[in-house]
Structure formats: structure tokens, C-alpha cells
């Protein structure tokens, strides 16, 4: 059960009484406040001010103690209502109607407002997942989407992970994925992005990326990542998160890859579908292969796009192919299906159908490595090779000795050689680490023996 209070407080209360309060926590701190001033209409900060002076009520605010942080209290609901009064207050911004700054203002203008009365909720201290709990339920019926009602839950590590992985949050200072690094004109609250072609309105980043924080964290490869697993990762705790950041950030290693590439064959960065498209399509090698290496990205860029770009054409003028029934939706064709299969999440045969459709045109086996995921031999193994090369070096014929052997692999792992007993040779170790990446025979000729 929840614990709580109702009060009713002036704003002179409010001021004196809750000073010290979080009125952004990083649950809300979605970016800096937005210019406070309106030219031809109110600001959003002059609308709430507005209200205010006109006696509109402007709703519940709703916080809860926290005794063992920085803050007496945080906010839970109403952060902007609580922090656009506070700067009202201290001069940031003037009154919309009147253009008076609160000090400009007669000291019986400052009395009507230090006078209004606002009602305030006060929890007894929650922890993250109470905190969005409550936040979901106030918002229910307002436009507050899924994604902004996970944020809510706070200073959690997952939470933390995925936020401070798409954007800069205030009071963390925190360093985001080059891939969404973006530019931003003084004043403004509008970014550039240099990456992409979209932007995290209602924090739909987020929302990609906390898809791809689920999918490393379930472990189960490529597959759905529903709004209700969403849920479910924000609420739990994995045990080690860096582990699963560092997955999602090899992932969108890759995705900037093909984003720069794009840029420069076209002077464009990735549309959205084509950033869901690339992080599934990692996801399906690293599933599928394990240990690969691209031979060369603009090439396995240039081959895929070139695919990719097809279904992008108007649905009438796509190759025939394209043009027959969805094996999903009888009234689709397959190259509609294929797109609207880049915005879907449920359903494990729909996130994998784009890669599928692509892959039937293009034979993957010639734009990357599979490289064998086991990389040492057993000790038994090279006993037994050792005996069986009657104790000589596979390089030089001559005589040789387990403490100055090494296991060699006959075609280099990382041309694709496998870790297995017919890809064993027992080599002197300074050959070993001389050959680099050619094979055996490659180095004897080499080496002239």
C-alpha cells in the first residue's frame, strides 16, 4: 500500500517549505527547459503563469520524500508546473501578459501570487519502479506515451543504461553513442542529429534502444520485443548491465558504420526504417554466425542497400516479385509487408521477414568471414599432434619439443579457419606468431623451406 498526504499550500508556502525539492529527476530529465520567453503567444512556462493569474486551477502535483538523498523531496508528476514557478519567481521570465518580470510587478501583484493555492500529493519515500507506477497511473488518460511513462522509473541501472545512451541528461554530464551525437543552436531546444534522419520526439531513441538493451538481456537472439517486455526490463535488474551495454554498443558500432557509409554515397544519414533494419540484421549474424568478421564494409554496405533500396520504390512500380501477396496480410503486397515489418516489434516472424526477403537476393557467405567462435586447442589435442608429427615442426621438418610448441591453425582463424584436430599443426612459437594470417603452407613458401 502507498502511504500519502494531501495539502493544500500557497505558492509562498510552496517556496518556503519545499525549496528543497528535485523538481527535474532523472526519471523526467528528458532536456534542458525549452526558451521561457513567447513572442506571439505564451511559452509553455507563460501558459502555466498565465493560468495561474487568471485563478485557473492548474492540477495535482504529486512528489514523495526521499530522506537519504541530495533532495528532501522529488517529483513524481507536475515537474514542469514545480520548476516554471520557481523561475517565475526568481525573475527568469515575465508574466506574458503583462511583460512584467514577478519584480517589476506592484507588491500587491506579487501578494496575488504568492497567495494562489496549489494542491500537492506527498508519498512517503518510494523507490523507482513505485515511482513509475504512480506516474503511469496519473497519466493514463493524458498524452503521455509508453516510453515516457518507462523513463518514469528512474535512477535505476537499466534505466540509467538506456537513457544516457541516446542523450546527454542534465546533472549526470554523461557521454552518449557517437551514433546519436547531434548539434545544437544556442537557445534552442531543437537537435541536429549527424546520424540519423529522425529525432527522439516522445523518446522513440530511447524506446530503440531500450528494445536492443531487452533483446541482449533476454539472450534469446533476434526475436520480439514487445512493449510488455519493455516493461519487464525496467522493472527487473540484471546483474550486470555493463555487460549488456556492451553488447548494444558493438551493435550500434555497427549501425554508424553503415550511417557514415550512407552519408557518403548519398549525402544522407539512415531514415528510421533503415536503423531498425541494420541492428536486426547484426543481430541475425550474431545469432546465426556467432564469430564473423565483413570483409568490407562499404561493399557489404553498397550490396545490402542496394537490396534495401528496392522496397523503398513506390509499391506499384517494384519489381513484380515485390508485388505479390503478403504471406501475412492477403491485402498487402510483400514489398508494403516488408516495411511495415521495420515498425513492428510482436511478433517473432515479422521482425525476422525483412532480413529473410533480403537474404534470399543477396548470399551473405560473400560479404562476410565465419570465423570458428573456439579459437584454442586442448592440451590433448596438441599432445596427440605433436606425437603424430613424430615430434618435429610442421614448419621446418626439424626436431621439436612440447615447451617450445605452439598450436598453429593450418588455415588462419581469422580467414575462417575452424578450431578443429584436421586444422592443427605443431609449430615453433616464434613461427606462430610470425605467420599472422597466412596459412601454413603460405608461410613455408615464404620461408623457402
Not at 511513462?149 to 544516457?164: F, H, K, Q, V, W
Not at 496480410?329 to 515489418?341: A, L, M, V, Y
Request: with cysteine; aromatic share 12%.
Amino acid at each position: 500500500m502507498f502511504e500519502y498526504v494531501k495539502e493544500v499550500k500557497t505558492v509562498g508556502q510552496f517556496l518556503r517549505e519545499y525549496g528543497n525539492i528535485d523538481t527535474q529527476p532523472i526519471g523526467q530529465r528528458l532536456d534542458r527547459d525549452p526558451v521561457l520567453i513567447g513572442k506571439s503567444k505564451p511559452s509553455k512556462a507563460q501558459g502555466i503563469i498565465n493560468s495561474m493569474l487568471m485563478g485557473i486551477d492548474i492540477g495535482q502535483i504529486t512528489i514523495h520524500e526521499t530522506p537519504e538523498g541530495d533532495y528532501d523531496f522529488e517529483s513524481i508528476d507536475g515537474g514542469h508546473r514545480k520548476r516554471y514557478i520557481k523561475a517565475f519567481f526568481e525573475n527568469k521570465f515575465p508574466d506574458f501578459k503583462s511583460g512584467k518580470l514577478l519584480r517589476e510587478m506592484s507588491p500587491e501583484e506579487r501578494q496575488k501570487f504568492f497567495d494562489i493555492e496549489l494542491t500537492f500529493t506527498i508519498y512517503k519515500p518510494l523507490q523507482g519502479d513505485q515511482v513509475g507506477q504512480i506516474f503511469r497511473s496519473l497519466n493514463e488518460t493524458t498524452p503521455v506515451n509508453h516510453q515516457e511513462m518507462l523513463n518514469s522509473y528512474g535512477d535505476t541501472p537499466i534505466a540509467n543504461a538506456i537513457r544516457e545512451t541516446v542523450r546527454v541528461v542534465p546533472g549526470v554530464g554523461n557521454d552518449i553513442h557517437p551514433l546519436f551525437e547531434y548539434s545544437q543552436s544556442p537557445g534552442s531546444t531543437k537537435k541536429n542529429y549527424s546520424h540519423i534522419q529522425f529525432d527522439n520526439k516522445g523518446l522513440r531513441i530511447d524506446e530503440m534502444v531500450a528494445r536492443l538493451f531487452y533483446i541482449e538481456t533476454a539472450g534469446n537472439g533476434l526475436g520480439p520485443s514487445t512493449d510488455k517486455h519493455l516493461e519487464e526490463l525496467y522493472k527487473s535488474n540484471p546483474a550486470d548491465v555493463s555487460k549488456i551495454k556492451e553488447k548494444v554498443y558493438e551493435n550500434l558500432d555497427f549501425v554508424l558504420k553503415m550511417s557514415n557509409i550512407r552519408k557518403r554515397r548519398y549525402n544522407r544519414t539512415l531514415t528510421q526504417r533503415e536503423f531498425v533494419f541494420f541492428y536486426r540484421l547484426w543481430l541475425y549474424l550474431k545469432e546465426t554466425y556467432t564469430v564473423f568478421k565483413i570483409h568490407d564494409y562499404e561493399n557489404f554496405f553498397d550490396t545490402i542497400h542496394k537490396e534495401f533500396s528496392v522496397y523503398q520504390d513506390k509499391y506499384d512500380s517494384q519489381p513484380v516479385r515485390l508485388q505479390g501477396p503478403s504471406p501475412f496480410d492477403s491485402t498487402k503486397t510483400i514489398g508494403k509487408q516488408f516495411n511495415d515489418c521495420l515498425t513492428e516489434f510482436d511478433k517473432d516472424d515479422h521482425v525476422y521477414f525483412p532480413i529473410q526477403q533480403i537474404l534470399e537476393t543477396v548470399d551473405i557467405s560473400t560479404l562476410i568471414t565465419i570465423k570458428d567462435k573456439q579459437r584454442a586447442f586442448t592440451t590433448a589435442q596438441k599432445e596427440r599432434k605433436l606425437a603424430e608429427q613424430n615430434f618435429k615442426c610442421a614448419i621446418d621438418g626439424k626436431s621439436l619439443a612440447m615447451v617450445d610448441a605452439e598450436a598453429g591453425h593450418i588455415e588462419a582463424h581469422a580467414k575462417g579457419g575452424l578450431t578443429v584436430y584436421n586444422n592443427l599443426a605443431m609449430i615453433r612459437s616464434d613461427y606462430n606468431k610470425d605467420m599472422g594470417t597466412m596459412s601454413v603452407e603460405e608461410y613455408k613458401l615464404m620461408m623457402n623451406l
